[in-house]
C-alpha cells in the first residue's frame, strides 16, 4: 500500500498543500508546531476515517474556515489506484468518497489501507491503563479481520444498552429479568467471540515481538505477551460457558453498581521481560523498545494477513531512542513498505541506515512545504 499524492486543504496550520511522495522512506522536516504530524495525521484520516490523535475532528479545522478537505492518490500493493476523499463540516459531519462512491459507514474502511502509527499517544500502551492496550489489540484486528470489527461493534452497543437496564433496575428497584438475560446472551455471545480471537492473536504474535525485539537491540532478554482476561477459562472451547458462569456469579454486584463487570471491555495484555512485569521493572529503554517491537511486530503481523503492505507512520519517534537502538530501527524501517518520519532537522537522523531504500524530503514550514526532494 502506498500514498502517491496527499493534498491538504483548511487543515490545521495547512491552509493548501500538495505532497508527492516516494515509495520508500519519506521524512517530513520542520520545526515544532510548522505542521508535519498534521500531514501524518491526514494520511491516517484518508486512510482510517479518523486521527490517530485524540482530538474532535472539528478541532483540525483551519482557523477561520468552515470545513477540512482531504484528498489522496491510494495505490494497492497489486497496482490498483484509488482515489480518496475525506471532508468535514460541522454542519454536515463527515464525507468519505472513494472512487466516486460515498461511503456510509467508516467500518467498511477500516482495514482496507492498513497502517501502523507509533508516536507518543502510543506511550501508554506499555506503561498506561488497560484501556491503552485494549485499544491497540482492537485496531490491529479491526484492521486484519472485518469479522472481529463487526463483533466488537455489536458487543459495544449490547454493553451499553446491558448497562441502561442495570441502571434502570437500580432507580425502579425492580429487575427487568427477562429483557436482562436477553442482553446478558448477547453480551456473552459477541464477547466469547472477542475474547478467543484475542487469546489466538496473543499466540501468534509472541514470535514477531520476540524476533523484531531482537533486532532492535533487545539481546539477552525475552519479551513475552500474555492475555489476560476478566473471568477465567479452562481452555479456548470453553469459553463462552465461563463467561456465563462470571456474569451470573457477579449479578448482585453488578446490580449494585450499575455496570457490566466481566467481559472483554475490562480484559488487559500483560508484558514482561524475563518473566518479570514491564509495568513495574523495565527501565525507560525497555519500554521503549518493547513499544518500537510492538509496533513493528504489528506491520509484520497485518501484511501476513492481510497479503497488503501497512503504511508506517513514525511521528516524533526517533528522537525518544538512543543512537544505537535508533540505528536499528531505521535499518529495519529501510526493509520495509513506505514510511513516513517526521524530524525536527534533517542532521539528526543518518539516511545511510536506510540503506538503499527510495527517500524523499519534504521541508515544511508554517503550516507549508517548502521544498521536496529526493
Not at 523484531?212 to 469459553?239: H, R
Amino acid at each position: 500500500m502506498q500514498v502517491r499524492r496527499l493534498r491538504i486543504q483548511n487543515f490545521r496550520n495547512h491552509n493548501d498543500t500538495t505532497l508527492d511522495f516516494c515509495n520508500g522512506v519519506n521524512f517530513i522536516i520542520g520545526a515544532n508546531a510548522q505542521g508535519k504530524t498534521s500531514i501524518l495525521e491526514a494520511i491516517s484520516y484518508v486512510c482510517m476515517t479518523k486521527s490517530f490523535l485524540r482530538s474532535a475532528d472539528v478541532n483540525a479545522i483551519k482557523n477561520g474556515a468552515s470545513s477540512f478537505k482531504l484528498s489522496a492518490e491510494i495505490e494497492s500493493i497489486r497496482g490498483t489506484t484509488f482515489h480518496v476523499t475525506f471532508q468535514h463540516e460541522p454542519s454536515n459531519g463527515k464525507r468519505y468518497v472513494i472512487n466516486g462512491s460515498p461511503i456510509s459507514k467508516s467500518s467498511d474502511v477500516v482495514g482496507k489501507f492498513p497502517i501502523v502509527v507509533l508516536a507518543p499517544e502510543n506511550f501508554g500502551i506499555t506503561g498506561g491503563p488497560p484501556a491503552e492496550r485494549r485499544k491497540f489489540l482492537d485496531m490491529l484486528l479491526s484492521q486484519t479481520s472485518h469479522a472481529y470489527l463487526e463483533e466488537l461493534s455489536e458487543y459495544q452497543k449490547v454493553l451499553k444498552q446491558r448497562n441502561r437496564i442495570l441502571l434502570e433496575s437500580k432507580i425502579s428497584g425492580e429487575i427487568d429479568k427477562q429483557n436482562l438475560r436477553a442482553w446478558t446472551e448477547g453480551l456473552v455471545e459477541h464477547g466469547s467471540k472477542i475474547v478467543m480471537r484475542r487469546h489466538q492473536f496473543v499466540e501468534e504474535f509472541n514470535t514477531d515481538l520476540k524476533e523484531v525485539y531482537l533486532q532492535i537491540g533487545g539481546e539477552g532478554e525475552d519479551p513475552n505477551l500474555s492475555y489476560s482476561p476478566s473471568f477465567k477459562y479452562e481452555k479456548v472451547s470453553t469459553v463462552r460457558e465461563d463467561f456465563l458462569k462470571a456474569v451470573e456469579q457477579f449479578r448482585h454486584m453488578e446490580l449494585s453498581r450499575c455496570v457490566t463487570l466481566v467481559g472483554p471491555h475490562r480484559d488487559d495484555v500483560l508484558f514482561d521481560i524475563n518473566g518479570m512485569p514491564l509495568l513495574r521493572f523495565a527501565s525507560q529503554g525497555q519500554h521503549k523498545t518493547f513499544l518500537v517491537a510492538l509496533k513493528i511486530g504489528e506491520f509484520f503481523y497485518i501484511k501476513r494477513k492481510t497479503d497488503e503492505t501497512p503504511i508506517l507512520l513514525l511521528d516524533d519517534v526517533m528522537t525518544e531512542l538512543d543512537y544505537a537502538r535508533s540505528s536499528k530501527v531505521a535499518s529495519i524501517i529501510g526493509q520495509l513498505g513506505q514510511s513516513f518520519i517526521t524530524l525536527t532537522d534533517s542532521v539528526s537522523f543518518d539516511t545511510n541506515m536506510i540503506g538503499d531504500r527510495d527517500a524523499r524530503f519534504h521541508q515544511v514550514k508554517e503550516g507549508s512545504v517548502v521544498y521536496q526532494h529526493a
